[in-house]
Nanobody, 121 residues
Framework: QVQLLESGGGLVQAGGSLRLSCAAS????????MGWYHQAPGKQRELVAI???????NYADSVKGRFTISMENAKNTVFLQMNSLKPEDTAVYYC???????????????WGQGTQVTVSS
């Protein structure tokens, strides 16, 4: 079992910055990828950014050039640096981790509880 602990959400004015972090903890797991999704009221959860353990990244078009995802592999921690925030970035941001079990090779998918990001105009 893997637990994800998120931090860093809050209220910021348009044009401001926030940094989200998410640490994965547990026993006997290996992280394959970690990412961030967001869900605005009345909308589906959408991918914001994802990083594979080897370092490759992928971003939603709406955040390219403004957000940067990074990962500290040794600590199984992922960060999302969000710059030039816009009111439309307002949503609950969820951390996601895709892991494999060293013992049986099974793949697992975990979600954090979510952290609110609110951008005022």
């Amino acid at each position: 079992q893997v637990q994800l602990l998120e931090s860093g959400g809050g209220l910021v004015q348009a044009g401001g910055s926030l940094r989200l972090s998410c640490a994965a903890s547990g026993s006997r797991f290996r992280v394959y990828a970690m990412g961030w999704y967001h869900q605005a009221p009345g909308k589906q959860r959408e991918l914001v950014a994802i990083i594979i353990s080897g370092g490759s990244t992928n971003y939603a078009d709406s955040v390219k050039g403004r957000f940067t995802i990074s990962m500290e592999n040794a600590k199984n921690t992922v960060f999302l640096q969000m710059n030039s925030l816009k009111p439309e970035d307002t949503a609950v941001y969820y951390c996601n981790a895709q892991t494999t079990s060293p013992g049986n090779g099974y793949q697992y998918n975990y979600w954090g509880q979510g952290t609110q990001v609110t951008v005022s105009s």
